[in-house]
Structure formats: C-alpha cells, structure tokens
C-alpha cells in the first residue's frame, strides 16, 4: 500500500485568470486499481470538483484517453502500480482545446473523422433476403482497422497535430483505410479524396507515436503507408 | 497556458527528429558547399591551395561529423522509404535498429579511410 | 456538422518524388564516397577532379546529383516549413525564396560543372 | 461538439432558457437504439439525437458476443425454434407476440447490419459467422445448442455501434453529445419535447420536436457489482417515473454469471458458447448439478444462482465469493482468434492470462428486463395498457415491450434495441406523414428542469453524492440481487427513504456551469433513487420465483397468481401497482428445465 502522489491538470473555464495549473493529490493506491478507478477514488472522496470523462470503464468506449506520466493511454486500463512511480502526473490529450479539467474539447476529432466520410460506400444494388459475401480472408484484412474506439490517443500523441491543429490525423487515416481495405466498399476515391489535402497524409512523418499510443494495439502508421500508396498509385499507374 | 508540455520521446520521435535535423543541416551544407566550390572555378592553384587549407584536423574532424550526418539520414531516409513500401512496418524498432549499425558501421570505415587517406571534399 | 473545407495538396507526386531522390541520393552518394576515398589512387587535388568532371558522364551524373539534392533538400525544407507556418502571406513568400534559391543554385552549379572540358581550364 | 447551429434555434417567448432547438424527431440515448431509430427516421425527416456521453461511447459498444437471428448460415435453424427458447427463457413472462416479431424481424435486421457495412466474423462460404450462446437450442429445447449468435469476434457491440454511427453520419443526422436530458415535455397525453442541460458550456436547452424517442439504456449501476458503464444509471426511467407514467416488471433483473472478480466487468457469454468450463474450488464443474444436458450453457439466471450457491456454501474458490471461468482447454490459437477481448480484459484487468490460469469470476447485475411500457410499435403506453402518449416512443434496455419476460437470453437484447430501435424509426415516419405541424410549447416547459439544476448547484448540506450512491449500490447487492426474501426487501425499503433523506441534504464541490460532472452525479444519483424503490416493491411484491426474480421464500413459480406483468407508478412517493395479463399465443407455460 504504496502513498503515491497524483499531479494532476487543473483547469477552470470560470476562472480564466489562475489558467492551468498542477495540483497534487495523496492517495493510497491499492493493488489492482486503474488510474481510472486513484482519479474516481479522488473525486468521490476528496475533491468533488475534479472533472474527467468515463464511461464503460472497460477500456472499449473511448472516453477516458489522456496523458500519464507523459503518454496517452486510457485511465480505465492502466494498472496505477505497474507505472511504477510514486508520482503520477495526469494531464489532458494534448493538442485538443481543453474545456476542463482533464476533459478536452473533441470537435477537431469529430471534424476530421467526418471529412473521410466514414461509412460505407457502396453502389452495386444490395442483394435482397440476403447478406453480401465476403470471404473471412478478405474480412480479414480490415482486422486491425475495425478496432479502433475513437479514443483520440493516437492523434493527440502526433508532433504533426501538434504543429497544424487541422491535420486530419491517424485516427481519420485508419478510420479511412478500415472502408478502403473492405472488399465490400466502392468509395475508395471518396474515403480518399480528404486525405489528398494540405492537412492530410503528406504531413505524416512516419513519427510512430500513433502507434506507441493506441490503447487497442492497431497500428495507424500501416494504414498510413497503404494509404499513401494507393494515392500514389492512382497519380502515377 | 498549460503547465506540462511533457511528452515522452518514443524511439519514432527521436529518429523523426534527427532526421530533421539531419535533414536542415544537410540542405544549408549542400548550399554552402555549392557557393565555395563556385568560386573555385578560377583554377587549379587556387583550387588546391584551399584544399591545403582545408588538410588540417579541425576540418578532417568537421569531415567526420558530416559524413555522420549525411549516413544517418541516409539509412533513416532508406528506413522511412521501406516502411513506406509497407516493409516491417510493425518491426519499425527493429528496422530503427538496423538503420543506426549501418549508420555506424558506415560511419566508422568511411572515416577511417578518410583520415587514413587525404583531406577530401565531399561533394566535391 | 459541416465537413471540413478541402485543400488539395498535389503531395502525392512530391511525396513520391522525395522518396525516388532519396533512394537515387543514397546509390551517388556511395558512389562518390568509394571514387573519393577507395578508388582514387592518387592524390584527391584539381587535377584528379578535372579529368574525372570533363568525362560526358561524370558531367550528366554530377549535374543530375546537383539538381537532385537541391531539389529533395529544399522541397525537405517546404515540408518542415509547411508543418509550422500556417499564415497564408507568409508561406506564400518562403515558397517563393526557397523556389529562387533553387534557380540560384542550380545555375550556380552547372555553371561551375559545365566548364570542365578535356582540354579546358 | 458543442457548437450550435443557428439554424435549428428558434425562439419562443417566455421560456427562460438558452435555447430553442427544433427539430421532427428528437431522439435520446445514441445506443444502438437510439442509433437505428435515427437510421431510420432520417432517411426522410431532420433527426436530433441527444446524448449524455458521445454516440461511440454509449454502453451499447460494450456487448461482446453477439446478435440473435435464425439465419441458418452454420446449422439447421428456425424461427419456431428461436421464439420457443425466448418464450421459455422469459419463463413465460414474455409477451408471445412481441416475441414473435423479434425473431421473424430478427434475420432482416442483421442483414441490414451487414448491408450498413458491420464488419461480421464470416463463414468459409463467406457469410455471417454464428456462434452457440446461452439457452439458445435446436429443435424446441430437445437438441442441443445451436448456433444462433450472430458475432464480429467478441467486439459485437461495438462494430453495431460504430455502423449505426457511420450511418447516422451519411444521413446527416444532427447530433447534441453531451447533453443531458432533465425533463419530458408531456401535457394532456401529447409529448411536445424534453428539456436538456447542455454539459460541455452548461445552460438549459429546449428541444421542441413532433416526436421523441427514448433509448436511455438500462440501469447496473444501482448494484455495487455490475457490467454496467458508469453512465449506466437509468435517467430515462425516472424521467418517465416524473412524468406520471408507470414502469413494467423492475423487480427483474438480469445477473449475468462471468464478472470480473471484485470488477465486475463482462467475461462474455461467448467464452462458455466457445467451450469454457465453470468451476468451483474442489475443480468440480458444478454446473453438472444444476443443469446436467446444458451444463454451463444453461440461461444466465439459473448459471448465477447457482454459482452463488456454490460460493454460499463455501465452494468459492477458497471459501471466497468467486469461483474460476476455465479456458485452458480451449488453447491459444482459438482463445486468441474467437475471443481477444476477453483475454485482454482478464489479463490488463487482473493480470490473469486466460491461456494458462482460469479467471476469478463473480455473478455481475447485468441487464434490465423491464423499464418503460410500449406497445409493438414503440409507442409509449399512458396507462401501461391501452391509452397511448401521442409522440412518444421508447425502445432498447430502457423499454419493456416485452419480449424477456423474466429473463432475457444472450444476444436478444442487442436485437431488441435494434429491431425496435428500427420499428420506432418506422412508426415515427408514419406518424410524422398524419402529424405535419408541432404541437405547442407549454409556457412552463423547463421549470422543473430549472428548477432541479439549481437546487442541485446551490445545494450546501453535508453529505456526498459518492457516499449515498455506494450505500445503495452495497444495500441493493446484498438484499435485492439473486436471492431475495420479505425481511431483507422490507428493510431495504426502509434503507431507502433514509436514503431520500440524506439526498436532500448532499452538497456537491463543483458549483461551475462547464462539464460539471459532479452535478451529473447528482442528477443520476436522484434518478436512481426514485426508481430503485420501483424495483424493491416490486420484488417485495411479487411472491413467487421467475426467472431472474427468486425469492427464497417462495422458491417456486406461481402461475396461478403471477403469470402478470407488474406496472408500477409513483404518485406523491407512494408507489401504485397494477398488472396486465401476458400475452400467450403459441407455447402454454411449462416447467422450465435445463
Ligand atoms: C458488458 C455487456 C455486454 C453485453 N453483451 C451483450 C451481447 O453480447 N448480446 C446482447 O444481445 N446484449 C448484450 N448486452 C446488453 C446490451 O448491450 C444492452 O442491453 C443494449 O446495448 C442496450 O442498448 P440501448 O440502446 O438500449 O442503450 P445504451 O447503449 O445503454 O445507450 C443508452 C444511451 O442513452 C443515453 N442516455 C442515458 N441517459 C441519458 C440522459 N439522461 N440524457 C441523455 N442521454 C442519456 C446514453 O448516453 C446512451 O447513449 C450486454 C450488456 C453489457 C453491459
Ligand atoms: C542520402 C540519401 C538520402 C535519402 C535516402 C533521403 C531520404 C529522405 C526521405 C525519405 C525524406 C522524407 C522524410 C519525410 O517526409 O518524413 C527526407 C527528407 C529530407 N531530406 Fe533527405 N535523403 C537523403 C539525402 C538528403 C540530402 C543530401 C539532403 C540535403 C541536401 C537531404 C535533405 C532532406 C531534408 C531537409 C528533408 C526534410 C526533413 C523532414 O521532412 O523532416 N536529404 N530525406
Ligand atoms: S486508432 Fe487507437 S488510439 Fe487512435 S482513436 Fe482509434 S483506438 Fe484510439
Ligand atoms: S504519430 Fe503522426 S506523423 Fe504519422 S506515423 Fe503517426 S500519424
Ligand atoms: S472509460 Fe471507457 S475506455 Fe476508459
């Protein structure tokens, strides 16, 4: 029963003047708690004002991505004790606007999720009383795609969202690639066309935090690089 | 406004950045590089006499350095490409680890031949 | 919600292009490295440099490496650029140096490669 | 996401409050519910749909292993077949014609799925994997289990979720994430709209609209121990409570056998239809006992209870209140290919690696079966019986049309909140053809909510909203889970009114308008509260066993004076019950044996 020392980021939208600020909470971590769980713990018994999302507390609905100890991850599926420090620093995803607290404003997530046009696409008429085919080598290839919770940890944790808040993002690449690698899709050139753009996929650097981030273990960088291929493809042959 | 801005440095991020970094120094060298050499056109004694000047450690030193920069982009810039081709994308560690003991290996049998050898130029 | 407006970027044929340079960068970049310093058997001096440079080929190699490097290293430099600068003027104006330092250099260069002729200098 | 379009405001006098959105159908809860109603009502009118947490975070994406429909793409199946296992799993409780349509709809409404994009798990000929889940039988109960459960790995929940998203985006449905919903607007039997609280800027919004529709999902998190998100709270069930309308069968509650020791988090139903074993602390697989033909496989009401007569006579694994979830035989090829998910939440839960140790489990509060009376069409009933509220609909966990009876199967409740989801879509077009205009705005429209939101922000007692919620989440746990009796109910109901009193006396830290969470909290906690007591008199009432509601002093089913849906109100804190006979068409009740 470790006493562990949690920095966290405060901010109040009422009062503009004090800004953000760190302020540290004690906390006796027990074994087997999530951050989740110190950060619940805090609010419900010290301070009722500490402001975070959560939902499912299961690690599959998305809400609870942020930074600890310097990573995006999600609070609900992070054992506190196996971060191994007495300090744990907790802050909000960077580079989204932060409306409280922990919480940031998502709306850039959304947007760019959006612009990808992120369903399926498909103009052959559907068959009746009957699902489409596909075979489970060709499901297969949207494994790793399909996954994702639109958590935003991985985009947060881009240097290049960092330097152009309007790049779209590995979330919006993956979520684009999931449709185009589905052998049922015939959109590729809409899912696409976002992606062509000033704050596309021309500003991804291969950087790999996306991947280092996301707390589903999908793998935004290769989606990327099919991406980029096929773009390439349809300009040159 | 925020307090930390802290955000740990993944071996992707390091190698992201020296790139870059390699990447600047190399464009201002190449410039520099072609402007010296501009004016070297006059002939072969001036030609040789700045490569006399430029004979002496300092240089071989300053010489050492740039083909350390020029082969770290070299092999990260081939790393890139790769992964870009979709080689080893999910071993990009490895493929990093690759790239940096050819960067050193290269590095260190270039140097050695170099200073072994003659003040050269690159690029020359 | 509204989409997003779309710029397009035409990054896709610089993008590979960056790539194609990079790779041809590295095989003259060896190359001249063992002319330099394995194959070179003399001393590395104005002489060894002029009977090598006059050769057509060596003249096409050179020249293509010139053009090259500046093309991938300052298209390298817009896209480090073009990652922080957002103002519309400003970005607008650092294309437009990087575009003349390009024609600068390039002229500079082959000005300095083309005169090396067998018989010349 | 906050941002609001001026387009949709509109203006009408004398109500204090931010805005006014109007909109032809205005839709709460973006679970899969919510979700396939606005499918299906914006392909023809401007659809809203309001949402206290973000659509892709609504506990609908939680369920793991699958959907519901006799597709016969792995074996024999047939919709006969289906509706018997609903009908008896229900322990024939369930309304035989609503369950008639849920499983004749059921093959449409996940081809549509498929067709919308859901990325299923997949046959070798290429068509929608099926998986075994419990109580789900060939031939009438006499075969074996069949393969019934339509899946995606076990990520079912999920994909439906993020498809339902997708399509909602094509379709230009608008969408209000994070907004709070505080009041119904009813007057004179004609639903006119809700009041909503804004919680990313905070404020009170007015949405005016034709229809509404209610997807508010259930309520776990009244039980110490449950699946459940922690947004899990059942808001719209006392929203509808407030507005004096009754609720149908609350005494049933689903405890589903395989949460996460001391977590409670969901082991799907999809690793015991894959092959696990159950067992307790002398290795037995005790299931043997209970239900010897289909052992771990048995419905969920009858695997808990017995589980916790296991760890009720000391069988837990060392004498604790668990027993193991055994996977080890299945191998790690297949553990790893059917079921990722639940290795990971074993392992990043309870660094426990299901490959090689069995998973401590503990029975976890899991579903509702009952909730909001409405007809086969959704539409919310006045009386719970015959009268209709004129605009307004429900579906999903939140509603009870009912098709679970006394107890719901696995994989028939995402099938229900989509198949109804879709029906409610479906008659809100209809209406919507005959309705052409808005009803009127009430002048008073947003008092209460007003009302409530201030109470609650200037409220400066002593107590924590955290510190009553968990009284009531250990109280509900011990004396109104698995096995409940007259004493305990009687006292809990008493516990209860304690409760209601030192409510009233909380006070809350955070006094801001923006994303005030602790507000929420309390705003849930009151919720909670007024429909728990629904719950404990209703299992105080009911005087017999059914299904998932087991009184151990009347052990056994009472046909005779209990085959009835209970309808309850709250009329001044007292709680009014009246009944309304099931709906029996095809199968006469039998004793149900596993
Ligand atoms: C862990 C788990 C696994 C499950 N697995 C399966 C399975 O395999 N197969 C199966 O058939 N069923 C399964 N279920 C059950 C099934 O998931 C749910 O019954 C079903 O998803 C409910 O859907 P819904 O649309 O009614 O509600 P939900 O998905 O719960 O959505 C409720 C919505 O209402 C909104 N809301 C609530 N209150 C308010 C308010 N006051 N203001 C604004 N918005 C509000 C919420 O934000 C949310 O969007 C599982 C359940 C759990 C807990
Ligand atoms: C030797 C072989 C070389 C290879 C294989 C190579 C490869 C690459 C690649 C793949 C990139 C793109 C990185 C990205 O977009 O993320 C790049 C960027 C760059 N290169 Fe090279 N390069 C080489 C030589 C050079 C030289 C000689 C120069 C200098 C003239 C140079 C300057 C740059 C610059 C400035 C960038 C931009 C850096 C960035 O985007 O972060 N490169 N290089
Ligand atoms: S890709 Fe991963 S990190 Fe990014 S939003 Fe999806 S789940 Fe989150
Ligand atoms: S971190 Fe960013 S730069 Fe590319 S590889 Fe991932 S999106
Ligand atoms: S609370 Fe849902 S992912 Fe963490």
């Known amino acids: 029963m470790a006493t562990h020392a949690f920095k966290i980021n405060r901010y109040n939208p009422d009062d503009e003047r004090r800004g953000h600020y760190m302020q540290e909470y004690p906390l006796d971590v027990q074994k087997g708690w999530t951050i989740l769980d110190c950060l619940n713990e805090i609010k419900w018994k010290q301070d009722g004002s500490l402001t975070f999302r959560r939902s499912c507390r299961s690690g599959i609905c998305g809400s609870c991505a942020m930074t600890v100890n310097g990573v995006n991850m999600l609070a609900c599926e992070t054992q506190a004790l196996t971060l191994k420090s007495s300090t744990i620093v907790v802050e909000p995803l960077r580079g989204y606007p932060v409306i409280k607290d922990l919480v940031v404003d998502l709306e850039p997530l959304v947007e760019s999720l959006y612009a990808v046009k992120p369903y399926l696409i498909t103009k052959t008429p559907l068959p009746t009383d009957q699902e489409r085919f596909q075979s489970p080598e060709e499901r297969a290839k949207i494994d790793g795609l399909y996954e994702c919770i639109l958590c935003g940890a991985c985009t947060s944790s881009c240097p290049s969202f960092w330097a152009d808040k309007k790049y779209i993002g590995p979330h919006g690449f993956l979520k684009a690639y999931r449709f185009v690698a589905d052998s049922r899709d015939e959109g590729t050139r809409e899912h696409l066309e976002a992606l062509d753009d000033k704050h596309g996929l021309w500003r991804c650097h291969t950087i790999f935090n996306c991947v280092e981030a996301c707390p589903k273990d999908l793998n935004p960088t290769k989606a990327i690089s099919e991406l980029k291929k096929e773009l390439v493809r349809e300009k040159i042959g | 406004m925020r307090v930390i801005k802290h955000y740990r440095v993944h071996l992707g991020t390091l190698a992201w950045i020296l790139h870059r970094l390699s990447g600047l120094a190399l464009i201002f060298y190449l410039l520099l590089h072609i402007w010296v050499i501009h004016h070297l056109i006059g002939g072969e004694e001036s030609f040789d006499g700045i490569m006399e000047r430029f004979n002496n450690p300092l240089f071989k030193f300053l010489e050492v350095g740039l083909i350390g920069v020029i082969m770290f982009h070299l092999f990260n810039g081939l790393r890139v490409t790769l992964i870009d081709m979709g080689v080893l994308v999910e071993r990009q560690k490895l493929l990093f680890g690759i790239a940096v003991a050819l960067w050193l290996v290269c590095w260190f049998v270039i140097s050695v031949a170099m200073i072994s050898r003659f003040g050269g130029v690159p690029f020359s | 919600m509204k989409y997003r407006e779309h710029v397009r970027s035409g990054g896709a044929i610089l993008w590979f292009f960056q790539r194609v340079t990079g790779i041809y960068l590295a095989v003259v970049l060896f190359l001249h490295v063992w002319i330099l310093h394995y194959a070179l058997k003399e001393e590395l001096g104005f002489a060894a440099v002029k009977d090598r440079i006059a050769t057509p080929m060596w003249k096409t190699i050179d020249i293509s490496f010139l053009v090259i490097a500046l093309f991938h290293g300052l298209y390298g430099l817009w896209i480090v650029l073009d990652d922080y600068i957002h103002k519309g003027w400003l970005r607008v104006f650092i294309f437009g140096a990087i575009a003349v330092i390009a024609l600068i250099f390039v002229t500079l260069g082959i000005l300095t490669i083309l005169p090396f002729n067998p018989g010349g200098y | ?594």
């Open chain 4, 1 to 594: 996401m906050a941002t609001i379009d001026p387009e949709t405001i509109h203006d009408v006098e004398g109500i204090g409050v931010h805005n006014i959105h109007r909109h032809d159908v205005v839709i709460v809860g973006a679970g899969l519910a919510g979700l396939r109603a606005a499918v299906e009502a914006s392909e023809e009118y401007d659809v809203a749909v309001i949402s206290k947490v973000f659509p892709t975070r609504s506990h609908s994406g939680g369920a793991q292993g699958g959907i519901a429909a006799s597709l016969s793409n792995e074996e024999e199946d047939h919709l006969e077949w289906h509706m018997f296992d609903t009908v008896k799993g229900s322990d024939y409780l369930g309304d035989q014609d609503a369950i008639e349509i849920l499983v004749k709809e059921a093959p449409v409404v996940v081809r549509e799925f498929e067709h919308f994009g859901a990325p299923f798990s997949r046959t070798p000929e290429g068509r929608i994997a099926q998986r075994k889940f419990g109580g789900h039988t060939k031939d009438f109960g006499r075969g074996g289990p069949v393969l019934r459960a339509c899946y995606a790995a076990d990520r079912t929940g999920h994909v439906l979720l993020h498809t339902l998203y997708e399509v909602c985006i094509r379709n230009g449905v608008r969408f209000y994430p994070e907004f709070y919903a505080l009041s119904l607007i009813i007057r004179d039997n004609i639903c006119r709209g809700i009041v909503g609280w804004d919680v990313i800027n905070g404020g009170i919004h007015v949405f005016h609209a034709k229809a509404v529709m209610f997807g508010t999902g259930g309520y776990g998190r009244v039980y110490k121990i449950t699946s459940n998100a922690l947004s899990g709270t059942g808001d719209g069930l006392s929203l509808v409570l407030r507005a004096g309308l009754p609720l149908e069968d609350m005494e049933f509650v689903q405890f589903h056998p395989t949460g996460l020791y001391q977590q409670g988090i969901l082991v799907s139903e999809a690793a015991r239809g894959e092959g696990g074993y159950i067992i307790n602390d002398t290795g037995e697989r005790f299931m043997e006992r209970y239900a010897p033909e289909k052992m771990e496989l048995a419905p969920r009401d009858l695997v808990s209870r017995s589980e916790q007569t296991e760890i009720n006579e000391g069988r837990g694994i060392g004498g604790k209140d668990y027993v193991h979830l055994d996977l080890r035989h299945l191998g790690s090829e297949k553990i790893m290919k059917q079921l990722p998910q639940i290795h990971e939440l074993a392992w990043k839960f309870l660094h426990v690696d299901c490959i090689k140790e069995p998973i401590p489990i503990q029975p976890t509060a899991h579903y509702s079966m009952g909730g909001i009376p409405v007809d086969k069409d959704c539409q919310v009933f006045a009386d719970g019986k015959k009268e209709m509220v004129q605009g307004f609909y429900a579906a999903g966990e939140c509603a009870c049309v009912s098709v679970h009876g006394a107890n719901r199967l696995g994989t028939n409740s995402l099938l229900e909140a989509s198949l109804f989801g879709r029906r409610a879509g479906k008659a809100i077009r209809r209406f919507l053809g005959v309705q052409r205009e808005f009803p009127d705005l009430p002048p008073d429209a947003a008092s209460s909510a007003i009302e409530e939101v201030e109470r609650l922000l200037s409220s400066s007692g002593t107590e924590r909203v955290s510190s009553i919620r968990e009284t009531l989440q250990e109280k509900m746990s011990l004396e109104c889970g698995i096995f409940r009796e007259a004493d305990q109910l009687q006292r809990l109901k008493k516990e209860l009114r304690t409760l209601e009193e030192r409510f009233r006396n909380i006070k809350i830290d955070d006094r801001s308008k923006r994303f005030n969470v602790d507000l929420l909290e309390a705003l849930e906690l009151g919720h909670m509260l007024d429909f728990t007591e629904i719950i404990v008199e209703g299992a105080l009432n009911r005087k017999e066993s059914r299904g998932a509601h087991y009184r151990t002093d009347f052990p056994k089913r009472n046909d005779g004076d209990w085959l009835k849906h209970t309808l309850a109100w709250k009329k001044d804190g007292e709680i009014i019950f009246d009944y309304k006979p099931v709906v029996i068409t095809r199968f006469q009740p039998k004793e149900r044996t596993y």
